[in-house]
């Protein structure tokens, strides 16, 4: 009797199984784990104790007007947001960044910058605040310290929000001093660019307290993706947490060779960082006995960074196309494609025990971009 | 149950005294002996001990944290020098950051500049180098 009740009990479970499946996902402990480290969304922001003028109001104005302001290059032809184009996610939609020269590196969008450790796709800068005065001194981009010196001395407002923030006038501070109090204001603005909440979101938070009905709001097919993505892809390896990128570096079998040279990705960065005036180790750290340096302090110089590259948070990913460092691939779909067929004898450094071929088929590939899709802000 | 009672305290005061010359282990001390055949010569070595704690004790993916050590070679607090390390045998790669080592007295060490930037399985390696040579000791951590 009590096995026939067993029997029964076992079908009725197998049966109510089958039909749970057909509108939701079953995850494994592991992709469940992976699954709650990408929220809560967004993660609480305590400032940047390198830059004092990080949260002030005055600088956030300020720093959006000097984002937007074609007169920081050399021609007054360019300005930050012709990159980042505010209405289009901070990209320019375009393979390769191009200012007074062409780039060689694909525009990386300036949201969630807050929640960095490294910036640039090399991580070239420790501090926002230093990533920022990059494009305003490189020749090929806005070239334009002498503009920026222009811009406050000419203009009344600017001239006076530098004095205000900077305690002397932009005629008393050095290049240096006058890029470090711009960077720092731009920082200040950037970081309040966050991403909103998105379906995936609240699909996390309904699977994380069993929500049946919020979470049959989250399409199947993003459910599959996510699943891949947590599971066998072991895409969540390196797409950890929030922002979906433990803020490191990786290959992925991307040429590093360009229309002139090459580039070595974390390589340089690494060098740049370790040796550059303007990183926390320097003097302009606001904060330096926070030990907001260690990272840098501590950073091992590697012979695997070669060809390395930042591991870039997915938030609004469908909307930030063409992809990885060099935009050689076009959509979504491409780069799934690329992950699908990946060519392991490209890899040179030891990340190939994560990335393997997953040889998918076209409807988990479909899931795959379907989940991508749905870490865009729903709004 | 007198001899029952005194044969415990033998052995408590015992394993108290293991440590009381190589003094202060902390209760919530990971204690790790060295793995594999000692090298040749190294005898005198062969009842080292690695006693540390993270801070946190919680290591957290993407978080910079510091290690207190406590060395011990037997009753003594180990005299040689100490090297630490992390890797994720199972992707083949290490740590991106370098961490640093200071020696403190008897025994005592402070490790900073680790971080973890993988979930998983993650081993500490310690080496610790003596006129004997440099042996190797290893502990396992899963975050």
């Known amino acids: ?379 | 149950m007198n001899l029952l009672k005194a044969l415990i305290l033998v052995l408590v005061t015992a394993s108290v005294s293991a440590y009381a010359n190589c003094p202060d282990v902390p209760k919530d001390f990971i204690s790790e002996d060295p793995v594999g055949v000692p090298e040749e010569g190294a005898s005198e070595d062969e009842n080292v001990v690695v006693h540390y704690r993270t801070d946190p004790v919680q290591i957290a993916v993407g978080e910079l944290f510091v290690m207190n050590l406590l060395v011990c070679a037997g009753d003594e607090p180990w005299s040689g020098t100490l090297g630490v390390d992390a890797s994720m045998p199972a992707h083949g790669h290490g740590m991106n950051y370098e961490p640093k080592v200071s020696a403190n007295n008897a025994g005592h060490f402070f490790a900073q500049g680790f971080l973890f930037h993988m979930p998983g399985r993650w081993r500490f390696e310690f080496s610790l180098g003596s006129e004997a040579g440099t042996r190797h000791v290893y502990s396992f951590v899963d975050i």
């Open chain 1, 1 to 379: 009797m009590a096995r026939i009740r067993h029997i029964v009990f076992g079908v009725m479970l197998i049966a109510s199984l089958s039909v749970i499946s057909e509108d939701s996902v079953v995850f494994t402990e592991t992709e469940l784990g992976f699954i709650q480290s990408h929220g809560p969304w967004p993660p609480v922001f305590e400032g940047d104790s390198s830059n004092r003028l990080s949260g002030d109001p005055r600088a956030i104005v300020y720093g959006a007007r000097l984002f937007s302001d074609l007169r920081l290059s050399r021609d007054g032809s360019i300005s930050c947001a012709t990159c980042h184009v505010p209405e289009n996610n901070f990209v320019d939609g375009l393979s390769l960044g191009k200012g007074i020269e062409d780039g060689v590196r694909n525009t990386t969008t300036t949201s969630n910058l807050a929640f960095n450790r490294w910036f640039g796709w090399g991580g070239d800068a420790d501090s926002l605040w230093m990533q920022n005065i990059r494009p305003i001194v490189s020749r090929a981009e806005m070239d334009g310290v002498q503009a920026v010196r222009n811009l406050h001395e000419s203009d009344l407002e600017f001239g006076g929000w530098f004095m205000e923030l900077q305690g002397e006038a932009v005629q008393q501070s050095s290049d240096e001093e006058m890029l470090v109090l711009v960077g720092k204001a731009m920082a200040a603005f950037l970081e309040t660019q966050i991403t909103g909440v998105t379906s995936f979101d609240r699909f996390r938070i309904a699977l994380l307290s069993g929500d049946q009905r919020q979470m049959q709001r989250y399409p199947i097919s993003a459910q599959r993706g996510l699943k891949l993505f947590s599971g066998r892809g072991q895409c969540s390896v390196c797409h950890f947490g929030p922002n979906f990128t433990n803020g490191e570096f990786a290959e992925t079998g991307i040429s590093y060779f360009t229309s002139k040279d090459v580039d070595n990705g974390r390589f340089s960065g690494i060098e740049n960082v370790k040796t550059s005036p303007l990183s926390l180790l320097g003097k302009y750290n606001d904060k330096p006995q926070s030990g907001n340096a260690d990272k840098t302090r501590f950073l091992r110089k590697r012979h695997d960074s070669f060809g390395q590259f930042r591991i870039p948070g997915l938030r609004s990913v469908a909307e930030t196309g063409p992809y990885m460092h060099n935009g050689s691939l076009e959509t979504l779909h491409d780069v799934v494609g690329h992950y699908s067929h990946i060519d392991l004898d490209r890899l040179h450094t030891d990340g190939q025990s994560i990335l393997k071929p997953l040889n998918l088929n076209t409807t988990e590939i479909d899931d795959l971009v379907s989940f991508l899709k749905s870490l865009s802000d729903d709004n």
